[in-house]
């Protein structure tokens, strides 16, 4: 059991150019979340999503930033048109236990983005 | 404040002591979660204690809730410089979507 899997590790983009980033849930997952952490602070919810839906985007930005957990595939956080604020560690989340009553959630290592 | 927001920010104790942490929070809440985070690393889940759970205990974590004052504690008993790291609470509030949310962290330093 490989665990949350999340790639890249770190990801360099300049301003303006587009980052995609990769979650692949623990197997038998089918519940996402990706959360957003910038030094020295805690971890911000971004979206939660199940296959092929999206069940809540409340943290997401409403420009530039999207996320799809597909079919068949990792989920994908896509952030369009860098700025150096995006900058931070992304980290997503599996579970099966969706209302969350009585396991956590497993996280990933994250990834890393810097926009210079 | 924000919702779990964890006490202090920084400690730091000599390894074989007890590290006690504190967390607050705002709204009802369905449980609370403590998770660990070592530097550049991901979250790992330490314990789950639900709203009508008042202590939980976990190999040298204990863990206590109290509804009435809306806060949580985590003791790490005889501590160890491994456990060196920042240490989160986060809840999963009543009747809201399933999302955590995290307070900004306690950093720990366990000194050998």
């Known amino acids: 059991n490989a665990g949350v899997m999340q790639n890249p590790r770190h990801l360099v983009r300049r301003r303006g150019q587009e980052a995609r980033l990769r979650c692949s849930p623990m197997k038998g997952h089918s519940h996402v979340y990706w959360y957003r952490q910038l030094p020295e602070e805690g971890l911000k919810f971004m979206v939660y999503l199940q296959k092929e839906n999206i069940i809540d985007e409340s943290g997401m930005p409403k420009e530039r930033f999207s996320a799809e957990f597909p079919k068949e595939g990792p989920s994908i956080l896509r952030i369009q048109q860098v700025v150096r604020g995006d900058s931070a560690a992304y980290f997503c989340a599996s579970s099966n236990d969706p209302e969350g009553r009585n396991y956590g959630y497993t996280f990933g290592s994250g990834t890393r983005l810097t926009v210079v | 404040s924000q919702q779990g927001e964890e006490d202090p920010q920084a400690l730091s104790i000599q390894e074989g002591e007890n590290a006690t942490m504190n967390c607050s929070y705002k709204t009802s809440i369905n449980n609370l979660q403590w998770y660990r985070q070592n530097s550049g690393r991901g979250l790992v889940h330490l314990i789950l204690?639900?709203?009508?759970?008042r202590e939980k205990h976990s190999g040298r974590l204990r863990v206590t809730l109290d509804t009435s004052k809306k806060s949580s504690s985590l003791l790490i008993t005889a501590s160890r410089a491994a456990d060196t790291a920042s240490y989160f609470c986060?809840?999963?509030?009543?009747?809201?979507?399933?999302?955590?949310?995290f307070g900004s962290g306690t950093q720990l330093t366990v000194l050998p």
């Open positions: 204690i639900r709203s009508n759970e």
């Open positions: 986060a809840t999963v509030i009543s009747g809201s979507a399933r999302q955590l949310t």
